[in-house]
């Protein structure tokens, strides 16, 4: 065995002792309730003082923790989805941090195989869903460098012609991945996942964003028709039990800490 052979094998060792550590760092995590009650104080506060807000991925405000944003990297590394569908547009930011991580991929891929990228060519792509897309958010997301890879459709989520269309649109896709993010009551989250959770391919994620809204206090979003009780977690609650396919990724959580998505990151494991 010569020395080429020999460096694969050490890194690959290092690599596994490395992920060994991890597991064992977020397992204990799991057990450490002062670190979990100082996390959840920290989003607490912070959510009241709109931390959220001051955020911009490439240009375009996106309204997620970093922590969060960091966390959709991984899943899109891990998965290399060639479709990611996302409900809830806003501004646009987490559109563009979808399609830049898709381009990512491509780029990775190109350096794999040995072969020029050409950026305006590749069949991953981003389908986005909102009730409103607001004028001026819709042309600054037409405008970007990315554009080219969005999909923008308007209309409610839920509603049958909506579902419709973005089904015809994931047809020619295998490795889907889904991000839930637009009301946040209970009834609406179960619908959209009753629309698109079955669109996610086995190994990779649906992400249902704003669970954490039934871990504070009551009435906290006065000016939100969502509360605790109703809201993305009692929706993923009541839902995970009759869709054994999908199980909660709970390293993932404890590995973020803060986070708008407790219980949320749902990852299919079978078909």
Request: charged content about 25%; aromatic content about 8%; overall charge negative.
């Amino acid at each position: 065995m010569n020395s080429d052979q020999i460096v694969p094998l050490e890194k690959n060792k290092q690599t596994a002792d490395f992920e060994s550590e991890r597991q064992n760092r977020l397992l204990h995590y799991q057990q450490n309730e002062d670190f979990k009650q100082l996390s959840h104080a920290w989003l607490r506060t912070s959510m009241h003082e709109k931390y959220v807000y001051n955020f911009e991925w490439l240009g375009r405000p996106i309204i997620q923790y970093p922590q969060d944003i960091m966390a959709i990297q991984e899943l899109v590394w891990t998965v290399r989805p060639d479709l990611i569908i996302e409900t809830g547009i806003a501004h646009g930011g987490s559109l563009i941090l979808s399609a830049s991580l898709l381009a990512l991929l491509d780029f990775a891929d190109a350096i794999e195989a040995g072969t020029t990228l050409d950026p305006k060519v590749s069949k991953r792509k981003v389908i986005g869903v909102d009730i409103d897309i607001r004028s001026h958010n819709r042309t600054a997301i037409e405008a970007h460098p990315f554009a080219h890879r969005i999909e923008m459709v308007q209309g409610s989520s839920i509603s049958e012609d909506t579902i419709i269309q973005v089904k015809r649109a994931a047809k020619d896709f295998q490795r889907v991945m889904v991000l839930l993010d637009s009301m946040h009551t209970h009834d609406h989250v179960t619908a959209e996942l009753d629309a698109y959770a079955a669109l996610v391919t086995p190994g990779s994620y649906c992400v249902v964003f704003d669970t954490f809204v039934e871990d504070m206090p009551l009435n906290f979003f006065s000016d939100r028709p969502w509360n605790v009780g109703n809201n993305p977690k009692t929706a993923v609650q009541a839902w995970l039990p009759s869709h054994p396919e999908f199980e909660v990724d709970t390293l993932l959580e404890s590995k973020l800490q803060v986070t708008v998505a407790p219980h949320g990151f749902l990852r299919r494991i079978n078909k």
